[in-house]
């Protein structure tokens, strides 16, 4: 499999419900990114990962926490969502750090909360 | 506050004739410019790309202008072909260091007419 993958692509859920969403890059990228966009929005960054590491965190609620553990996963863990965050979210993945390359994206997820 | 913006949320062109997408900024910072194209439940892919260093660039069909005392740039599709019929977005960001997430516009609806 090539690209940026996202599972699942759609998933609906509760506010007490505990859910994950799962990114993986097949490009041998060192820099992954979610991002979210909400209807009439524009995409909107949420969390920056360079080599593993968080370098970045757009002021998202905690009740959003992403996990990295190697530079080819990216993973967004939610818990007691509102319905305001029902939204697509994607993932991007980009080469190395503080390089010019383009992004590449998911398909992204696209999240309920009921 | 918006950094970036596309103040068309549509554009209807016919086959054949030029497509033409702005986008402005407000953030000086911003030194890197991407347009990405995005179809129905797909995640966005890149097109083109400008550096704040030149004021063009071109790449088959498709050219980006630079205007930075404006703080505004154009896609110019020459000629639109209906495969072209997609959500264009207008990206940016500043290359201070480290991986940094983009800026999104809200994104222009290019419609090609046969």
């Known amino acids: 499999e090539t690209g940026v993958t996202q599972t699942p692509r759609h998933l609906v859920m509760g506010m007490t419900n505990k859910k994950s969403l799962k990114c993986e890059q097949h490009?041998?990228?060192?820099?992954m990114y979610w991002y979210k966009q909400s209807a009439k929005k524009p995409l909107e960054l949420m969390f920056v990962?360079?080599?593993?590491?968080?370098?970045e965190n757009n002021s998202v609620p905690s009740r959003f926490s992403p996990e990295c553990p190697n530079s080819s996963h990216l993973f967004l863990h939610l818990h007691t969502l509102q319905p305001e965050d029902s939204a697509l979210y994607l993932c991007?993945?980009?080469?190395?750090?503080?390089?010019?390359?383009?992004?590449?994206f998911g398909p992204g997820t696209r999240l309920t909360v009921t | 506050d918006q950094q970036v913006k596309q103040n068309s949320p549509s554009l209807s062109v016919q086959e054949g004739r030029i497509s033409i997408l702005n986008c402005d900024y407000t953030?000086?910072?911003?030194?890197?410019f991407l347009w990405y194209k995005k179809y129905p439940a797909e995640g966005p892919t890149f097109l083109i790309s400008?550096?704040?260093?030149?004021d063009k660039n071109e790449d088959g069909r498709f050219t980006v202008f630079l205007n930075k005392s404006a703080k505004h740039l154009s896609l110019h599709i020459v000629p639109s072909q209906p495969g072209d019929s997609a959500v264009y977005f207008c990206?940016?960001?500043?290359?201070?260091?480290?991986?940094?997430?983009?800026?999104f516009g809200k994104g222009t609806h290019l419609i090609i007419q046969p």
């Open positions: 991007a993945s980009s080469q190395g750090a503080s390089d010019l390359y383009e992004q590449y």
């Open positions: 490009l041998g990228h060192n820099a």
């Open positions: 990962y360079n080599f593993k590491e968080q370098t």
């Open positions: 953030n000086s910072m911003f030194d890197y």
């Open positions: 400008i550096s704040s260093i030149k």
């Open positions: 990206a940016a960001r500043s290359t201070g260091g480290g991986a940094d997430g983009l800026t």
